[in-house]
């Protein structure tokens, strides 16, 4: 997200700076470029190199095409190539199909109603705080993970329920830290006592500018600030948490507000955010948010189940990037700029690691009836932009300071992005751990 900012003072170093910094080491150099997705001319069953924008495309195409043998997809990051899982079935002709389409064909035990009606079983029986499930495409098994709380007749009941699902269906894995949603902790939006981040800029049903940002935070305060006490900038249309999602679209006050379509990261760097995608398990990501700065990791999980302490959110992406208090709502999106989801929850740190759960944004879009990215109502037209008069029309840089001093020419860092992995880009990168003041006048 891009916001203009008035520097009051330097915080200190954040535990995500290291982590922070190889994520822009990976993203930086290749700002607003797409991956090479160059196909191999050889045989038409050979699995085409693509890039992840297009496999999740040919997923979709392919769960259509397959039908019932459709058993979940991931992308191989590493052959830059779409893995498609089938079941053993009669119809052989429609596999050729998705092999000469440029898959790869990997054929497996459980199908998709299979693994659905195991997820229904864990709803029914094992709704316990602290436990999470998605189905991981790549084990062609249900990932139930059980966080630190989820003990003694908890633990008992949890692991009964995934025995009755049937060797080969499920995997527990323990957490070490604790399932929460990640308000409060950093320079970001203030509202009601919480601290957030905003996600990406959105066009409302009506054409007035606003953003996307998770719903706890959204049920949270219904006015939100760009500053700790001060005057309200936007205004909450609406908000669903827990349940059917974690999300919310919050409309800002004045319906001139220039919302640029772009996230920021750092050294003055932006990655325009081109549409919204759906996420595909294996894909790499970035995360965005206020108090860790830049971040990446994989996603390893889609429709996920997670049971905070507020009560169950389905439907969530699952993911081994960092995140921590005040990151909720932030930004994940792809290094080719696609919008994928917007921070919830999860357990640990950036310094420990742990599992960081997402909202996606198709699916937060479709709910509120907005469209991503800045209309002509809200000044953006194509000119969007961090630095490019975000908000009042002041410069909106990388956060402007996202938990440093200028930062807008950093990303929570001291001269940060003069050299990203350079002398001067660890002073402060991913800060904004302080919880001092923000002195953000501008957010979006």
């Not at 209309?375 to 008069?389: V, W």
Request: net charge negative.
């Amino acid at each position: 997200m891009s916001h203009k900012r008035i520097p009051k003072r330097k915080t200190a170093i954040a535990a995500g700076g290291v982590v922070a910094l190889g994520a822009a080491a990976i993203l930086l150099p290749n700002a607003n470029a797409s991956q090479d997705g160059s196909s191999s001319n050889g045989a038409a069953a050979a699995p085409k190199t693509l890039k992840a924008s297009d496999a999740s495309d040919l997923a979709s195409q392919l769960q259509e095409l397959l039908g019932e043998a459709f058993a979940g997809s991931y992308y191989d990051t590493g052959q830059k190539q779409l893995v498609v899982n089938v079941v053993s079935g009669d119809n052989n002709n429609v596999i050729v199909q998705a092999e000469k389409a440029g898959a790869k064909i990997r054929e497996v035990d459980n199908s998709l109603a299979e693994l659905a009606s195991g997820a229904q079983t864990l709803k029914a029986k094992a709704t316990i705080p602290g436990t999470a499930w998605a189905v991981d495409p790549r084990t062609n098994k249900i990932l139930v993970t059980a966080d630190s709380t989820v003990t003694g007749a908890k633990w008992d009941q949890l692991e009964s329920t995934v025995d009755t699902l049937g060797s080969g269906m499920a995997t527990i894995k323990k957490s070490a830290g604790t399932f929460k949603t990640f308000v409060s902790g950093g320079d970001a939006i203030f509202g009601g006592g919480a601290r957030c981040s905003a996600g990406f800029n959105v066009t409302a049903g009506d054409g007035s500018p606003a953003f996307l940002t998770a719903g706890h935070c959204g049920v949270a305060a219904a006015e939100w600030s760009d500053a700790q006490d001060g005057q309200p900038i936007a205004t909450v249309d609406q908000a669903t948490f827990p349940g059917d999602g974690d999300f919310a679209l919050v409309k800002y006050d004045d319906p001139a507000t220039v919302a640029p379509s772009e996230v920021n990261v750092g050294d003055g760097r932006t990655v325009q955010i081109s549409q919204a995608a759906d996420a595909e398990v294996g894909l790499q990501v970035f995360r965005m948010g206020s108090t860790t700065g830049l971040n990446d990791g994989q996603v390893l999980g889609l429709d996920a189940t997670v049971n905070y302490p507020e009560g169950t959110v389905t439907g969530l992406i699952q993911t081994d990037v960092c995140a921590e208090p005040g990151d909720s709502g932030g930004s994940l999106f792809t290094q080719d700029g696609l919008a994928i989801g917007l921070t919830s929850g999860g357990s640990g740190d950036c310094t420990v690691g742990g599992e960081t759960f997402f909202q996606p944004v198709t699916t937060a879009l479709e709910a509120v009836g907005a469209t991503l990215g800045a209309g002509d109502a809200a000044g953006g037209g194509q000119e969007t932009g961090a630095g490019d008069e975000a908000g009042a029309g002041e410069e909106a840089g990388a956060g402007q300071e996202v938990g440093g001093e200028e930062a807008g020419q950093e990303v929570g860092g001291e001269e940060a992005g003069q050299e990203v992995g350079g002398e001067d880009t660890g002073q402060d990168v991913g800060a904004g751990a302080d919880n001092g003041d923000s002195g953000l006048t501008e957010t979006h």
